[in-house]
Structure formats: structure tokens, C-alpha cells
């Protein structure tokens, strides 16, 4: 499963509280693309958060290494004993810039988690210093001692939308849903909900959209939009031909409810990760956190 940019703000904001003052204590290669990061606080339990090309996450499990990753030696100069000054997200791009300082110096993660994801370690004047893979395509390159440069962006902030930016489907002939998904940015089951809120149809030409559908589409995106970044959840799983986790329902068959949407991710991509083949250690429900 890939995350939402929407579930990502949500994610951003939770791990940001939850490791507020904390410091480096280690950091573990779990695989090729993962990390696994053990926060440590004077007073509070350990937090560990996961690493990786396909999310980032607070997770209570501790896998076994599965084979080597070239940043960890890097990322552990670096990094230990510094402390996550800034976890931040641009609007609603799949990007996260996590800010360590250690006192003398700054440095900066930038997890890129579209296509196939990335994991980059730049210094404070955002110049890269170890990278997981290199890129090298027609609007950026991606090198050891080249600046960062970030991914085109969508200029259009879906947290700010209003009912005349959503009223724009009006003057093209697109269909109205993939018109929404396309210009806020949101994945297929997303507009599916909202275009089945608003009991309008899916393929429907957008020119064809009505005042009040117009309203209805805005207030159930909105509705949407803001129950997924500002943590009102009913989250749930879905287990078909493959794992997916969701902090609202979706319409998807097959659903389990869970306490909550950070663990389903932790079970989620946990379980991805374990498909190389090894074993995890998992803590006794009765703890927040494995110490290890």
C-alpha cells in the first residue's frame, strides 16, 4: 500500500508530538530501504519510528536485519544523540523533512515516498551527503554533493480548497472524479467516497455538475479531507489480495476494526517487510513500546 498525502499530514503531526524532546539513542538498518530509528527521552518511554521508502511510522515491533543498508553507518555519525528538531510535510506532497540538531550542527532526512521512494541525508544548507538511490531524470538530479532539489509540486493546496476551487470542474468535460483526484491530488479510493457521499456519478462529465452537487462534492471533500488529516478516525484493515489500512472506512469488504490507524500502518507495512523472509520480536500487549 502506498499512503495518502492527506495521511501523511495526519502521521507528520502524530509523530511530531510523540517525539517531542526526544533524542537519537540508535539506529538500526532493518533492510536495504528501511530504518528503524530508537528515540529516548529523560523521563518518558522509548519511541521507535520506522524509516523506509514506503512510509514512516511508529512501530512497537523490532524485525530482525534482513540485509545491510549503505546510510546506516552515514546516519549513525551523524545523528546519534542529536535531537528531531522539525517533522514536517510541504502541503500535501509525499515528501517529509525531518531537522536533527545536535548542538553544533544540523542535519536534514528528506524521505521521499512516491514511486520508489527515497531516503536522503542532507546537511542544513540542504546539501545531499548520503542518499539511497540517485536520480537522474529531465527536472532533477539526485547526487552526493549536488543541492536537493525537490519533486515538481502541486500548487494547489487542498487544505485551503474552497467551494469555487472545487466549482472550476464545471468548465472542462472531464469526468468529475477523475477531474477531483487529479487536481487535489487524492488517490482513487478517496474520490470514491466522496463522489458516493455526494451520491453524484463518478464518470459524470463535469460540465454536466450541478450547482448543488458542486456544494455537496465540497462539503463531503472537506469533510474527508479533514476527518483523515486531524486524526478523526474510525480506522480499519483489509486483508483481500493484498494489505491495505485505511483511518476511515472506505467502502473496501472484508474490514477489521483497529484501535488505531498508526498501528494498522505498523501491522501493514510490519508484514510487507517480513515477506523477505524474517522474524520479528513483538512486545506484550500490557507494554506502549519495546526497549531493546
Known sequence: MQLAGIELRYLVNDIGQKTEDYYVANIYGISKNSLLFKFRHPENPDVLLMLSTSGIWVTKVKIDQIEPNKLLRRLRSDLLRSKLKEIKQIGTERVVYLTFSN?????????????????????SEMK????????????????????????????????????????????????????????????RKYVEEITRLSNVESKKSGTEISNEEIKSLFDNATKVINNVVNGQHDPVISRDEEINVHPIPLGE???????????????????NILNKGKTTKVISPSNSFLVF
Open 103 to 123: 548542538f553544533e550542527k544540523e542535519f536534514v532526512i528528506v524521505n521521499e515516498l512516491f514511486a520508489d521512494g527515497n531516503v536522503i541525508l542532507c546537511n
Open 128 to 187: 545531499i551527503l548520503a542518499l539511497l538511490y540517485s536520480v537522474n531524470v529531465r527536472h532533477r538530479q539526485l547526487r552526493v554533493g549536488s543541492p536537493y532539489v525537490p519533486p515538481p509540486q502541486n500548487n494547489f493546496d487542498i487544505l485551503k480548497m474552497t467551494e469555487t476551487d472545487l466549482g472550476e470542474v464545471r468548465f472542462t468535460s472531464t469526468p468529475v472524479a477523475k477531474w477531483i483526484g487529479r487536481t487535489l491530488g487524492l488517490p
Open 253 to 271: 469488504k472484508n474490514l477489521e476494526k483497529i484501535s488505531s490507524f498508526m498501528e494498522g500502518l505498523d501491522t501493514a507495512f510490519t508484514e
